[in-house]
């Protein structure tokens, strides 16, 4: 015969694996330094600007 399972605590766990599941990706995209931060802007301007340069007339 098989494990006996309580299934309010079997769902509470589930619910509590996605919700640290959803905490670990708010960590990466969140949990970054203020230099980090300023760092990752500064190289989204210079390759717009190097994209701009690159722009052909018509």
Do not use: P
Not at 33 to 40: I, L, N, S, V, Y
């Amino acid at each position: 015969m098989g494990e006996v399972v309580n299934l309010n605590r079997a769902r509470k766990d589930r619910a509590k694996a996605a919700a640290g599941a959803a905490a670990a990706a708010n960590r990466v995209a969140h949990g970054r330094t203020k230099d980090e931060r300023t760092r990752a802007e500064a190289e989204r301007e210079r390759a717009a600007r190097l994209l701009d340069g690159a722009k052909r007339e018509d």
